[in-house]
Structures are given as structure tokens and as C-alpha cells.
């Protein structure tokens, strides 16, 4: 799972735009420990689980299952929800758009500069490219217990 890190800059500038960034960043917050609760059973039952956090401003909700692929685009001024939803499907002779939003997927997966959520410590962990660790940093995913101010927004 790829999701928007709720403490980059970006994340936070989109806040401000919202009409009520409080309401906004309360949402975030939920859907993000939502996630992470329900990542972190699925881990438990013994399913592969990884988890990444990326902190670029997001194009697209992007979620690839099996031969199909489901996508929606970003607009600053809207809600994701509120946005046209495709659904693309994988052939084998064409290829198409499912082949090209896999591949969008794939790359964002692999960048090095995007960290893995370490699920026992609550830690991003970063990597080199060879896959070797570099740094670890804490994640709080006790996102409710930190306010959004406004003013600390960059």
C-alpha cells in the first residue's frame, strides 16, 4: 500500500486549501490510522503486508487488483471523492492503460526516497537502492493527537 505521508509539507499545503483545513486534517488523520489498524491485522494473520508513505503531492487514487485497475485523479480544489472513478482492464494483446498505470505504480514502489512503514516499531525506514537501510524515523500513527495548526503550515 502507497499512501500520502500526513506530515509532509505537501500534505499540509493542501490542507490549507481546503474550506475547513481542520475538518480536512481530522479526515486525514482517520484515514490514515484506519489504514494503518487494518494493515497492521492483516500483517498479524500472517498476510504480506508492506506499507510506504510517499510525500509528493498525489495525481491519482490508484488501486491495481489482479487484471484490473482503478483510478482517480487529483484536483487541488476538489474532493477525490467527488471525482470521476475509471476502471481499466489488463489485455494481454493491447495492453493499454492498465499496463501503463501498473508501471506508474511499480516505479513509485521502488523509488528509494519513498520509506517503508516498519509496522512493530512505527518507524519509517529508508533505504538505499541497493535495498540496504540508511536511517530509520519515528511515525506517530497517533495522527489525532496532533493538531493542525494553520499557522505551522508551510
Known sequence: ILLA???SEVVHRRMKQQPDPVAAWNRVC???????????????????????FYSDLPLVRLAILGEHVWLQSYHTDLEVGTRPEYVF?????????????????LKQWANPAIPEYDF????????????????????SADLEQIPFQLEACV
Open 30 to 52: 482517520h484515514e490514515v490510522q484506519t489504514s494503518i489498524r487494518m494493515l497492521r491485522l492483516l500483517k498479524d494473520a500472517g498476510k504480506p503486508v508492506k506499507l510506504k
Open 120 to 139: 512493530d516499531r512505527g518507524e519509517l525506514v529508508y533505504r538505499k537502492d541497493s535495498g540496504g537501510e540508511t536511517r530509520r524515523e519515528p511515525f
Open 89 to 105: 482492464q489488463h489485455d494481454r494483446q493491447e495492453h493499454g492503460l492498465y499496463a501503463l498505470w501498473y508501471q506508474y505504480f
Open 5 to 7: 505521508n500526513p506530515y
